[in-house]
T-cell receptor
Framework: GEDVEQSLFLSVREGDSSVINCTYT??????LYWYKQEPGAGLQLLTY?????DMKQDQRLTVLLNKKDKHLSLRIADTQTGDSAIYFC?????????????FGQGTTLQVKP | DAGVIQSPRHEVTEMGQEVTLRCKPI?????LFWYRQTMMRGLELLIY????????DSGMPEDRFSAKMPNASFSTLKIQPSEPRDSAVYFC?????????FGPGTRLTVT
């Protein structure tokens, strides 16, 4: 079945770059997503990448996709204390087009001033 | 648009009681999802609807859980009877395409 794996914790200093990694198993996934969850809040869609792309950049965010290795990463440039949150990687269910997502367990990003 | 609306935001109840969680999706979205988040299991998809029809309820833990979507603007998730292990944050999400929007969640505590 589908499975999405992430490291649980990442700590960086303010101003540094953060790289959050994710691996997935469903090679038929059409889209891969990054969500951000701040304490006590719901999940906020940060960005997504189509499976036939290998990179997508959106302001401070860069998504890299290695489809061969089923590896997805999210790079946050010039990390700020406001970026402290849990980041979830998710893959779409490749067997349908209904938007069903499989989430990783989330990576807690701690940004130290 | 106000986004996905969930109520209540917090619910504390005693074991054995019935709990009903409510969700109003974003207008125009045709898919609705119920997720449960716990420290131990992370985010789990419980059930999702497409055009008000339940498509996949394989994530519903057991018969104590039921979900309905009587119309395009309202869905409920009911737990009867509730148990302490049901304590979690329950999220509703809706989508009309690629983007899925999550509500703020309902934090359920069953004592």
């Amino acid at each position: 079945g589908e499975d999405v794996e992430q490291s649980l914790f990442l700590s960086v200093r303010e101003g540094d770059s953060s790289v959050i990694n994710c691996t997935y198993t469903d090679s038929s996934s059409t889209y891969l997503y990054w969500y951000k969850q701040e304490p006590g809040a719901g999940l906020q869609l940060l960005t997504y990448i189509f499976s036939n792309m290998d990179m997508k950049q959106d302001q401070r965010l860069t998504v890299l996709l290695n489809k061969k290795d089923k590896h997805l990463s999210l790079r946050i440039a010039d990390t700020q204390t406001g970026d402290s949150a849990i980041y979830f990687c998710a893959e779409s269910d490749g067997s349908s087009n209904t938007g069903k997502l499989i989430f990783g367990q989330g990576t807690t990003l701690q940004v130290k001033p | 648009d106000a986004g996905v609306i969930q109520s209540p935001r917090h619910e504390v109840t005693e074991m054995g009681q019935e709990v009903t969680l409510r969700c109003k999706p974003i207008s125009g979205h045709n898919s609705l999802f119920w997720y449960r988040q716990t420290m131990m299991r992370g985010l789990e998809l419980l059930i999702y609807f497409n055009n008000n029809v339940p498509i996949d309820d394989s994530g519903m833990p057991e018969d104590r859980f039921s979900a309905k979507m009587p119309n395009a603007s309202f869905s409920t998730l009911k737990i009867q009877p509730s148990e302490p292990r049901d304590s979690a944050v329950y999220f509703c999400a809706s989508s009309g395409g690629l983007r899925k929007y999550f509500g703020p969640g309902t934090r359920l505590t069953v004592t």
